[in-house]
C-alpha cells in the first residue's frame, strides 16, 4: 500500500473535515442554548453563498466587500427565522420546532435555484486552483485555505464563549429558568445563536462555494454536519473539531481506497454510518452531556 498516497488523504481530508465542521457549528451553537436540533443549517449554507455571488454578479461589488455584506444580511436572515418563526413554536412540542427547520430547509433549497437558475455560479475569493504540493503529496490549496479559515473561526466561537456575553449564552444553555429568574434574556441570547449560527453557515457556503460553485447541492452539507454533531456531541464546540477531523478522514480515506475496489461511490456513506453508529453506540457523543432528569 502506498504511504504517500494514504499521507496525502489523510493531510486532505484533515481539511475538509474542518470545514464541514465550521457548518456543523451553526448546528452546535444552536443546539448548546435552546435545544433544538437546527435543520436548516444546510440551506443556510447554500443561503450565504447565493447572497456572496448575487452581490458580485448583481451588483458590481468587489468580493472583499461581497463577503462581509453576506454575513451581515445572514446574521440578521438568521435573527429573523428565530423571531420571526421559531419562536411562535414556544410551548409546543420540540419535534414540532425540529420539523419547521426542516421545513425552512426544504423551501431554501427549492427557493433558490428557482428564482437564480439551477446552474453552477462560479464564486471567486481569490484562491489559485493550482494545487500545492509538499515533496509527493498533493494538496487541494482552495481546501487547505478552506480548512485553516474555517478551523480560525471554530476557535474565535470557543473565544466568543468565554466572553462576557459569551457566559451569558451558556447561562441560557444551562438552564432557561433560572437565566429568565436573574434577568437575562433568553430570548435574545437565542436570537443572537440563530444569527451566529446563520454567520457560520455563510462562511462554509461561501468557502465550498468558492471549492466547488454554488448552486443547491451546497444544502446537502447538512449530513455532513450532523454527523460531526452527533459524533462530537451536540452542545460540544470542541468536539465539533475532533469529529469534523474524523468524518473528513474517513470520508477521504473511503473514497481513495474504497471506490477504486467496489467501484461506486462511498462518500456519502461514510456520514450515514457515522450517524449510525454513533447513536447505536455512544449516543451523546464523544464530548456530549448526558442529561438526567429526576422525576
Do not use: C
Amino acid at each position: 500500500m502506498d504511504i504517500m498516497l494514504i499521507a496525502e488523504l489523510v493531510l486532505n481530508g484533515v481539511f475538509v473535515g474542518l470545514m464541514y465542521a465550521l457548518v456543523s457549528l451553526g448546528i452546535v451553537l444552536i443546539y448548546k442554548t435552546s435545544g433544538l436540533v437546527n435543520l436548516a443549517q444546510g440551506a443556510l449554507a447554500m443561503t450565504g453563498a447565493y447572497i456572496t455571488w448575487v452581490i458580485g454578479a448583481y451588483f458590481g461589488v468587489p468580493i472583499w466587500l461581497s463577503i462581509p455584506a453576506a454575513v451581515v444580511l445572514m446574521f440578521f436572515g438568521g435573527v429573523l427565522i428565530e423571531r420571526s418563526a421559531l419562536r411562535r413554536m414556544i410551548g409546543q412540542p420540540v419535534i414540532m420546532a425540529i420539523m419547521l427547520t426542516l421545513g425552512i430547509e426544504i423551501a431554501l433549497r427549492g427557493l433558490l435555484p428557482g428564482v437564480f437558475g439551477a446552474a453552477v455560479k462560479k464564486l471567486d475569493i481569490g484562491v489559485s486552483p493550482a494545487p500545492l504540493f509538499l515533496g509527493d503529496i498533493l494538496i487541494n490549496q482552495s481546501i487547505m485555505i478552506g480548512g485553516v479559515v474555517s478551523l480560525a473561526l471554530i476557535l474565535a466561537s470557543l473565544a466568543f464563549f468565554n466572553s462576557r456575553y459569551g457566559i451569558v449564552m451558556r447561562a441560557v444553555a444551562d438552564d432557561q429558568t433560572a437565566s429568565w429568574s436573574v434577568g437575562i434574556r433568553v430570548e435574545k441570547a437565542i436570537a443572537v445563536a440563530w444569527g451566529l449560527a446563520a454567520v457560520s453557515a455563510t462562511g462554509a457556503g461561501i468557502l465550498w462555494g468558492a471549492t466547488q460553485g454554488v448552486d443547491w447541492s451546497l444544502s446537502l452539507l447538512l449530513i455532513k454536519a450532523l454527523a460531526i454533531a452527533i459524533l462530537g456531541g451536540l452542545d460540544s464546540i470542541p468536539g465539533v473539531i475532533l469529529a469534523g477531523l474524523i468524518v473528513g478522514v474517513a470520508e477521504s480515506l473511503a473514497t481513495g481506497l474504497i471506490d477504486p475496489v467496489v467501484k461506486a461511490s462511498t462518500r456519502d456513506i461514510v456520514a450515514s454510518v457515522i450517524i449510525l453508529a454513533t447513536l447505536l453506540f455512544k449516543p451523546h457523543g464523544l464530548f456530549g452531556h448526558e442529561h438526567i432528569e429526576r422525576v
